[in-house]
């Protein structure tokens, strides 16, 4: 049953493939933040995972208990989500300027007109 | 004091980052940066001295032992590059303060030394941090404070070329977080060299393998080397001066040292280029971008356009010397990563002081500019001459250190493609000089001064470095290959 207990890994392999294809194949601006969104997340989901043990419980010291799950990879991913979050609200904050200047946030449409200017 | 040196070199610029935004008054946040850049340049240069006599330094931030803790480790490489980074910061910054005010709106002035700090402060981090997520996160704050720093160009393509770069500085950090990831996973460690340590008793798995490969190819993403390149020109042409010079003297600099770390310290030599065929790639991507590159720079209207695909041909040649994998070639990497910093950073400064004055880097524009601006022309042409690695120029050593190492390793075929590259140089500032010197000025012409003793000052240290060291290389070949012994594990 080695396939279905990697479940979490083949949700991360879908996820990471799917975020990449939005960023590269849709020129809306708003979409490409969106697909970078999925793909880093899918990235979160992996650390996640690969820092359950079976059978382990949340890692505080108690009587009776000897198997612990690693909490570093939920301290890293919490930096990484704030890092996510940071690049999406610039990227967002981006997509407002460049809607500004151009009126458009079609890649297409914006690269007509830089080739016009 | 001394002991905390590591620490202070990543903090001194993350307080001022906050300090310029609260003093808002432009002046007063030009002033607590320049306090920034200057106390980073002296640190560094503490810790270089340090290192040579001492060996390695090894700090533990709030005095967690490592490998639990976050470690900063420094030894001669990162020594090296942490004096690359802080001396251009300290020549910069100086630089700025003209440039600044002239390109953007007087308001957003004090915007600009905040994410310019904050930028210092990651490239720093990144380049001083013993801990691989660490270093993540460092190459966070520089990427995202270089996005904002590009977008502050007044063109509107600064806009989109700051969003091109941004999508794909964020697939590149990405595939670095699944690659420390994966490593974690193999091995529990996230300190480098504890990483090292353990690496070095497992076999070859599946997971190394895949770690190996997200982590080259997204740290080849940051440092721009063909065919990963696209977002680099624009992000230079579009930049407002100070921001290309800054960036394109440290930003892929740092990163290259980061392939470095990770290539020969945390993964053996015998798996990067042994196990994996990553040799015989990066020649051969190497050699692709300097021709390719230069190629392209021959037919740019755009002075700054033109120079940045220059500098994806120069990154070419430092990878170049990485892939020969021997002292000489890795030295002569180092080298190059040093002198390149010095003649483009040059260079982009003397971009500044035309935009200032003529408002243009078009080269059609620049007909006998030569004569109007004579010092800041005579620094561009010097430092074009050692793009194309004239005698008594930077340019030369790391060109003359390149083809030992290929000769060392019995590629003489590379050593011959590096001259013949050179000439493409040649040709690339001769549509320059030719434009400036020998063809008159037009007509109606203003009468204009070269450029503010200000700019033109630290457009001139950069470039008489590169002179200086051209001549005399005791500190930057024995640091080189001192740095580069350490990395093959030979010293």
């Not at chain 2, 850049?37 to 931030?61: A, E, P």
Request: proline share 4%; hydrophobic share 55%.
């Amino acid at each position: 049953m080695a396939a279905v207990g990697l479940y979490n890994y083949w949700i991360v392999v879908f996820l990471m493939m799917a975020g990449f294809y939005i960023v590269i194949a849709h020129d809306n601006l708003v979409k490409k933040i969106v697909g970078l969104n999925v793909f880093q997340a899918s990235v979160f989901v992996m650390y996640i995972t690969f820092g359950k043990i079976q059978g382990g419980t949340a890692p505080i010291i108690a009587e009776g208990i000897t198997t612990y799950s690693n909490p570093l990879p939920h301290v890293l991913i919490l930096t990484a989500i704030v890092v996510g979050v940071a690049t999406t609200a610039l990227g967002l904050a981006l997509v407002v300027r460049i809607n500004e200047a151009y009126g458009t946030i079609e890649e297409d449409e914006i690269h007509v007109q830089d080739e016009e200017s | 004091m001394t002991e905390h040196l590591a620490a202070l070199q990543v903090v001194i610029p993350l307080i001022c980052a906050p300090l310029c935004m609260l003093v808002r008054y432009r002046d007063w946040s030009w002033i607590v940066a320049l306090f920034g850049s200057w106390s980073c340049l002296v640190i560094s240069w503490l810790l270089l001295q340090q290192v040579m006599t001492g060996g390695i330094i090894s700090y533990h931030m709030g005095d967690w032992a490592p490998p639990l803790g976050i470690e900063y480790r420094v030894d001669t490489v990162n020594a090296f590059v942490l004096l690359i980074v802080s001396a251009i910061g300290a020549v910069v910054t100086p630089y700025a303060r003209e440039s600044v005010r002239a390109e953007f709106g007087v308001n957003r002035v004090y915007l600009f030394y905040t994410s310019y700090m904050l930028c210092f402060c990651g490239l720093l981090g990144v380049t001083i941090t013993g801990d691989a997520f660490n270093l993540f996160v460092f190459l966070e704050i520089s990427s995202l404070s270089s996005y904002v720093l590009i977008a502050m160009g007044k063109d509107r393509r600064a806009l989109t070329a700051a969003y091109q770069y941004l999508v794909l500085g964020t697939i590149g950090a990405t595939f670095i977080v699944i690659g420390i990831g994966l490593l974690f996973a193999e091995t529990g460690t996230l300190n480098m060299a504890d990483l090292a340590e353990r690496l070095a008793d497992k076999p070859l798995s599946r997971t190394i393998g895949a770690a190996f490969g997200f982590l080259v190819v997204g740290i080849s993403l940051k440092l721009a080397l063909f065919p990963l390149h696209l977002w680099l020109p624009n992000a230079y042409t579009y930049a407002p001066s100070v921001v290309s010079a800054f960036l394109a003297a440290t930003a892929t600099k740092v990163a290259v040292y980061v392939l470095l770390r990770f290539l020969f310290t945390i993964f053996d030599v015998k798996l990067s280029f042994g196990v994996m065929p990553l040799d015989s790639i990066l020649l051969v991507l190497a050699v692709i971008a300097m021709f390719a590159a230069s190629a392209v720079a021959i037919f740019q209207p755009n002075l700054k356009r033109m120079l940045a695909y220059s500098s994806v041909a120069q990154i070419g040649y430092m990878i170049l010397g990485i892939s020969f994998a021997n002292v000489n070639g890795v030295a002569a990497g180092i080298l190059h990563l040093f002198n390149h910093a010095l003649m483009k950073g040059g260079m982009f400064l003397a971009l500044g002081c035309f935009f200032y004055r003529i408002a243009s880097v078009n080269l059609d524009d620049m007909a006998g500019i030569g004569r109007r601006m004579p010092w800041t022309m005579a620094a561009f042409v010097v430092g074009g001459l050692g793009l194309i690695g004239v005698p008594l120029t930077v340019g030369f050593i790391s060109k003359w250190y390149l083809v030992l190492g290929a000769f060392e390793r019995g590629w003489w075929f590379a050593a011959a493609l590096v001259l013949l590259c050179s000439l493409l140089a040649v040709v690339y500032i001769w549509r320059v000089v030719e434009v400036a010197y020998l063809k008159p000025a037009p007509e109606n012409a203003p009468d204009i001064e070269d450029a503010p003793p200000s700019m033109l000052i630290p457009t001139w240290i950069l470039i008489g470095a590169s002179i200086y060291y051209g001549i005399n290389t005791d500190l930057t070949v024995g640091a080189a290959k001192l740095a580069a012994q350490q990395l093959l594990g030979a010293g």
